[in-house]
């Protein structure tokens, strides 16, 4: 089950959404622009497109109107996890307490807006495709862009950034997971810069541009190439000049290109509370580590960045608690911490929203979704062997999904919805369209009687038992079969709580279930459904299969036009909702709550959390 | 002894041995390291198992694996410890230092303050027995033993900072307030202070107008924003301590000490008024660590050569006034810097943490920053903690009263005061020895659901983390440092019984 081979593997998790990339493009209709520093959550999610000096639409950064550096400080907590070093790109410090700290300090090509689209950084720099076959995209860094100790940001970055990810004439059949025991000479969580782009960066030493080939031609070719660390300190570390690392790379000389892995490794990780000298850790990004900034069980503060030469931070400080979820709501209301975003419960929720006017609660709905996949294993009721699409079909009509988000979602943000679609959310914009296109609304209600019929008709004996498999210790989900299993006794379905802790290890790939109830978490790419919905692919867990879907997915994933990736979508949505895959449920609630003298902060629906343009926030 | 010392020690170490295998065994069997991995829908998945399995060497039997932390950890005999690396790749020695560290500060204060309190109140129990003192004594202590901390610790956020914060903006005390406070707090001194009713009444209604006296004052000069003790003050509360020292050791009567007590008291006086500018003006640690020694020695040189045949009784007298006047002076110049601090930091009291983050002030705003932080944790732990040290002591305490050289000092017409504090509260220490040392091993334990409930990262918090990630080596550097202090501690305590009861150490 290697999972190297196809593109698409940027760090971030599974699901995407090919919609995304649309969201990005298609401004053609501006119509309200949304009031600067407005944070209505409202406004966030529904996607005018409102092209701006950041060219991207209102999912990306807005002009917010900062034209100098706020002397003071903001307070955010992402969690209670500890920083713990410069490079979060390592196994070891790859964390989402460190990513969040780690988007304040680098900038790269492009970047997530709240509603998942791929936005293009302007100010870092541009990308343009130069050629579709075989896909070249030629990246040009601004002049402007400098480290915070002065040094450009070049190729050279970009140079290092690639060699990390072990490609194949240093490590060879690593990357491309040829070799099963090959060893990793560096220790990058990713390989899919190595992997998609076996010959990596093309250009001059220390140039401002270069060139990018990929082995195939892949939608998701933007998220592969991602902000890079600062090679000139890993090489003077290494007792090498930055250029002649640059020049050792790009003359694939493996020798002097393995004395900087150490370095890179384990020189950019500490151990809690000890900076190093900062010259080590430059910035590229708003913010930069502030000498004697880190306590070690406390916080991680920031300062400004006077290098920057793009829209200045905010506040000069920027500080990053580290405060356990149940602690983030009383912390809030006394001021210790100024911008949460705690779990999304409904008990957190009625916490804050009593803590009065000083605090503003926003809720909204996240790129993580909640379905039931059928088991499609011949052995089971509900594959085409046995009971098929009819016997799906009756599961489907007695499954309660709109009781189940207003008993378990709306209490936590009162605008939540039944999800109808699977690649695409209900807060994007195009989610009506393809819901349109490819279901007619038979399963938003439930309807016993055509439930039996249906059963009836497959010819399965009832009752018919049906375990629900999922991971155990999560309450919303024991209350969701519960929902499921009371509506569905009167069609004649025997549902049963089948949790169990290692559900992922086992049911789920030994297909020891008839109904699997999780989540995906979507990342923001085009094509990594792929894997969900093709046979044989690795995340296909019900081994389902349908050729026309597995012909739609190829295409899309062979195409970088939008308005073919949005046909296939629609085509891939109605065979999923014809065959019954699963059914969607609801994307999953999200909440962040701050002190309503902070401006500018706006909920992303993203894993880059609502820190995703901390750089702007402003306390007044 | 010595030979009862080694073979402590010995036994100790085979038991330290033992119990680090079973940890170790008991450590890697309690889950799976990858299980977050495994969960994951991410791309590089594979890539993450497999860097992972490699770091933590789960490709290894885990025997092999504890032969190596075994290694490295009995590397500390010769001053280099090697406990390590934990799940992010950072040492364990350094996490460990660390973690001890956070505990310390966090739990220390508030165990000699549980001890301190809790003794108090356990020997005015015993010798109110069956008083409604002891009454509500006893069923106070039972109250907050049976408090859930995370429980107490969340009302004590909402009405100790959040609401105290608020009020602090403008700090009133209303009428009715006033009057409230003070008749409780007299009601229960009265009650403290026991005798017949018409004395009862008496002490009422005497505390009951100082208190509401006071309460006034405050409330008039807004004494919470800008509180000071002040010079005057301070000569009052080192007079008042000289004469309570007195009246506690060897009465007016001794000429002797009474001097050395004197001496002492107008030497701390004139010192503090002497350096008392420099201290407000340029602060530092060792500076005050030197004024502090310094009233120490004159304390005990004025008991020493002043103190005659009663020299014990003047040094000791001396020394525990000089530190009392230290504490006062400590007050002093705390409570002087109290409004430039809130100048800073204008909610002073906060929920959470162990520092304010990227806070800059003098060293009178860094030390008040450190002692609000510990202010909640530190009620916390004291009040939960308090129960058992007051019920250990009454019990003990009873013990010791009812003997029968308790009944002949008292026949021989030794005043009741003297009877408690110099014949029977020295005795009833005893059994209280071994609790204190066994709490203080368990100090370095930390307290898990305070830290993690104050966000402090301590040795608690070391282990539950270790623990959740299945990760042995934090998990085996917390029990060596745990299980070494159990193992020092008892022995600290056996000694200390000799010493408390020469019959045992003959």
């Not at chain 1, 390592?90 to 492009?110: C, D, H, K, L, P």
């Not at chain 1, 400098?146 to 690593?174: C, K």
């Not at chain 2, 007050?331 to 909610?347: A, F, H, I, V």
């Amino acid at each position: 089950m290697k999972f190297r081979s196809k593109g698409a593997a940027v760090l971030g998790l599974a699901l995407s959404s090919a919609l995304m990339l649309g969201a990005c493009t298609s401004g053609q209709d501006p119509e309200t622009t949304p009031e600067p520093g407005t944070s209505d959550s409202a406004t966030m999610q529904t996607s005018e497109s409102a092209p701006t000096e950041t060219g991207g639409t209102t999912g990306c950064l807005q002009d917010v109107g900062i034209t100098e550096t706020t002397d003071g400080q903001v307070s955010f907590t992402a969690g209670p996890g500890n920083w713990s070093g410069y490079n979060s790109v390592t196994s070891a410090t790859y964390s989402t307490y460190n990513s969040v700290i780690a988007n304040q300090m680098f900038s790269g090509f492009v970047y997530f807006g709240t509603d998942g689209t791929i936005c293009e950084d302007k100010d870092f720099g541009s990308l343009e495709v130069v050629s579709e076959d075989p896909l070249q995209v030629k990246y040009t860094i601004s002049d402007a862009a400098v480290w915070s100790d002065g040094t450009p940001v070049t190729i050279n970055d970009f140079l290092l950034d690639y060699t990390a990810q072990n490609p194949e004439w240093l490590v060879p059949g690593y990357a491309n997971g040829k070799d099963e025991k090959a060893e990793p000479l560096f220790d990058h969580v990713s390989n899919s810069f190595a992997a998609d782009a076996p010959e990596g960066p093309e250009g001059e030493v220390g140039a401002k541009e270069f060139t990018v080939t990929f082995a195939n031609k892949n939608p998701d070719y933007k998220l592969i190439v991602t902000a890079p660390l600062p090679a000139h300190v890993a090489a003077k570390q290494s007792g090498l000049e930055p250029d002649a690392l640059a020049k050792a790379i790009l003359d694939r000389d493996a020798e002097t290109v393995k004395k900087v892995a150490k370095f890179w490794n384990t020189g950019w990780a500490y151990n809690p509370g000890e900076l190093p000298d900062l010259a080590q850790t430059p910035s590229s990004g708003r913010y930069i580590l502030k000498e004697g900034g880190w306590q070690a069980d406390t916080a991680l503060t920031l300062v400004a960045n006077d290098k920057y030469w793009g829209k200045p931070a905010g506040m000069k400080n920027m500080i990053f608690r580290f405060i356990d979820d149940a602690q983030m709501a009383q912390a809030l209301q006394n001021g210790d911490v100024q911008v949460i975003s705690p779990q999304a419960t409904v008990d957190t929720v009625a916490q804050l929203k009593n803590i009065g006017e000083s605090v503003k609660v926003d809720t909204n709905q996240t790129l993580t979704w909640e379905h039931i996949d059928f088991n499609f294993r011949d052995t089971n009721e509900f594959s085409d062997a046995k009971g098929g699409l009819a016997l799906r079909e009756a599961f489907a009509l007695c499954v309660p999904r709109q009781s189940i988000v207003d008993s378990l979602i709306k209490p936590i943000n009162p605008d939540a919805v039944v999800m109808n679609a699977r690649e695409r959310f209900p807060f994007q914009d195009d989610y009506a369209d393809v819901v349109k296109a490819s279901y007619d609304g038979r399963y938003d209600a439930v309807d016993i009687e055509a439930a039996k019929a249906k059963i009836a008709e497959s010819g399965v004996a009832t009752p018919v038992n049906v375990r629900i498999g999922y991971r155990a210790g999560n309450q919303r989900r024991a209350e969701t079969v519960a929902a499921i299993q009371a509506s569905c006794k009167d069609a004649g379905f025997n549902v049963t709580d089948n949790s169990s802790a290692d559900f992922f290890e086992k049911d789920l790939v030994n297909g020891d279930y008839e109904v699997a109830l999780f989540a995906w978490a979507g990342s923001g790419q085009i094509a990594s459904g792929q894997n969900i919905y093709s046979t044989g692919l690795p995340q296909n867990y019900g081994e389902y299969s349908n050729k026309d879907v597995d012909a739609a997915w190829k295409t899309l994933a062979g195409s970088l036009d939008k308005t073919v990736q949005e046909e296939q979508v629609k085509v891939i949505e109605k065979l999923l909702w014809d065959t019954l895959y699963g059914l969607p449920i609801y994307a999953h609630p999200g909440v962040v709550a701050y002190d309503s003298r902070v401006e500018n902060v706006r909920p992303t629906s993203g894993q880059d959390g609502v820190s995703w343009n901390g750089s702007q926030w402003v306390v007044k | 002894m010595t030979k009862f010392i080694a073979k402590r020690l010995g036994i100790s170490l085979v038991i330290l041995l033992l119990g680090s295998a079973l940890l170790y065994i008991l450590t890697v069997n309690s889950g799976d390291p990858l299980q977050d991995l495994r969960e994951s829908n991410s791309p590089n998945r594979e890539n993450l198992i497999r860097q992972r399995t490699l770091n933590m060497r789960l490709d290894v039997p885990w025997y092999l694996r504890y032969f190596t932390w075994l290694g490295g950890a009995s590397k500390c005999l010769i001053g280099a410890c090697d406990l390590g690396k934990n799940i992010a790749g950072q040492d364990v020695t350094s996490l460990v230092v660390n973690a001890a560290g956070s505990t310390l500060r966090l739990v220390v204060l508030a165990t000699v303050l549980a001890i301190a309190i809790g003794v108090t109140l356990g020997v005015v129990s015993a010798v109110r027995q069956y008083s409604g003192f002891d009454y509500a004594t006893t069923f106070m202590a039972f109250v907050f033993f049976s408090l859930p901390v995370f429980w107490a610790a969340v009302l004590l956020k909402n009405y100790a900072a959040i609401k105290f914060n608020n009020w602090l903006v403008d700090p009133t005390f209303s009428p009715v307030t006033i009057v409230v406070t003070a008749l409780i707090a007299a009601f229960v001194l009265q009650a403290a202070m026991g005798g017949n009713a018409r004395r009862r009444l008496i002490t009422f209604a005497a505390s009951a107008v100082v208190f509401a006296g006071v309460m006034f004052y405050f409330d008039a000069v807004t004494w919470f924003r800008y509180p000071s003790i002040g010079l005057p003050i301070y000569i009052l509360g080192v007079l008042g301590a000289g004469v309570l020292v007195l009246s506690m050791t060897s009465g007016f009567d001794n000429k002797r000490v009474r001097n050395a007590v004197a001496l002492t008291a107008v030497v701390a006086i004139g010192g503090y008024a002497a350096v008392r500018g420099l201290l407000m003006e340029s602060p530092s640690t060792p500076l005050l660590l030197l004024c502090g020694l310094a009233g120490l020695v004159v304390a005990f040189l004025a008991g020493w050569f002043l103190g005659g045949f009663s020299r014990k009784q003047a040094v000791i007298a001396s020394f525990v006034l000089a530190l009392v006047a230290a504490f006062i002076a400590i007050s002093d110049l705390l409570l002087s810097n109290w409004s430039g601090y809130l100048k800073l930091q204008s909610r002073p009291i906060p929920t959470i943490g162990s520092v304010t983050p990227n806070f800059t002030a003098g060293y009178w705003g860094h030390t008040i920053d450190t002692l609000t932080h510990l202010l909640l944790p530190t009620i916390v732990l004291t009040l939960v903690s308090i129960a058992s040290y007051t019920r250990y002591t009454r019990a003990s305490m009873l013990d010791v009263l009812n003997q029968d050289y308790i009944r002949t000092a008292r026949s021989k017409g030794i005043s009741e005061g003297k009877v408690v504090t110099r014949h029977a509260l020295r005795n009833s220490m005893i059994p209280l020895a071994t609790i204190v040392a066994f709490d203080f091993a368990g100090l370095i334990a930390g307290a898990v659901v305070t830290e993690t409930v104050f966000g402090w990262q301590g040795m608690g918090n070391l282990f539950r983390q270790g623990l959740l990630q299945i990760d042995p080596n934090p998990v085996m550097g917390f029990y060596l440092v745990t299980g070494t202090a159990a193992v020092f501690m008892n022995m600290i305590a056996d000694i200390a019984y000799a010493f408390l009861d020469p019959r045992i150490s003959r």
